[in-house]
């Protein structure tokens, strides 16, 4: 059984998340936005952990996968891709015209670009 596959990754992994989160905003000064950062991903992670026999929580908590719901998961993998590309892109053209170097989204773009050159390439020599 992979880890992927049981009910508790999900959740356990939000709140995991949210003590990095807490932890971070701790050191840097702001331990009542990281209290509540924390509060945000224990309640998204019950919410999967008790979310029942809806298909849709089943589907992203990994214990309810087929074949459909993964096609489903690559769509919204793609889509979610796109609209983060899409705004680093925005967001570089906005900080260079302001005059700025716009150096963190050239950064995240070029990984991104990497990233997707590399899948392409990997994916076509499997296949």
Do not use: C, N
């Amino acid at each position: 059984m992979q880890i992927s596959k049981s009910k508790w990754f999900l959740p356990l992994f939000a709140v995991s998340l949210g003590l990095a989160m807490l932890a971070a905003m701790w050191i840097g000064g702001d331990p009542s936005t990281g209290l509540f950062s924390l509060g945000v991903m224990v309640t998204f992670g019950a919410l999967i952990l008790l979310g029942g026999r809806s298909e849709t929580i089943r589907g992203l908590r990994g214990d309810g996968r087929d074949e459909r719901f993964r096609q489903i998961d690559v769509a919204a993998t793609a889509m979610a891709g796109l609209v983060v590309i899409t705004a680093i892109i925005v967001a570089f053209l906005v900080e260079v015209a302001r005059g700025h170097d716009g150096s963190p989204y050239a950064w995240l773009g070029a990984i991104g670009g990497l990233a997707y050159l590399v899948a392409i390439a990997v994916l076509r020599l499997r296949g």
